[in-house]
């Protein structure tokens, strides 16, 4: 089973409603993957968005794998293959 704070992020409404929206969803997908990267021993500071490609990486696990501890992620990144 999975927290489904971390794995269900519906989109059903615009923007501008109060749950469900797209920028809901991507602000949460952000934090998933800031929380993979700090996991696996980088700094990804709470103001810079980090997405992760899921060919580049599916956990933390993988994160680490890539060899990310120790790298601060100061700007907007994303991660891909």
């Not at 109060?18 to 993957?33: F, N, S, Y």
């Not at 490609?53 to 891909?80: I, M, N, Q």
Request: aromatic share 6%; glycine share 4%.
């Amino acid at each position: 089973e999975v927290d489904p704070a971390e794995a269900f992020a519906p989109v059903k409404n615009a923007n501008d409603a109060e749950t469900d929206t797209p920028r809901i969803a991507q602000a949460m997908m952000v934090a998933l993957h800031r929380r993979w990267l700090r996991e696996a021993g980088a700094e990804a500071p709470n103001d810079v968005p980090v997405e992760i490609s899921p060919l580049w990486a599916l956990d933390a696990e993988d994160c680490r794998r890539r060899g990310v501890a120790g790298t601060k992620f100061d700007e907007p990144t994303y991660l891909h293959e």
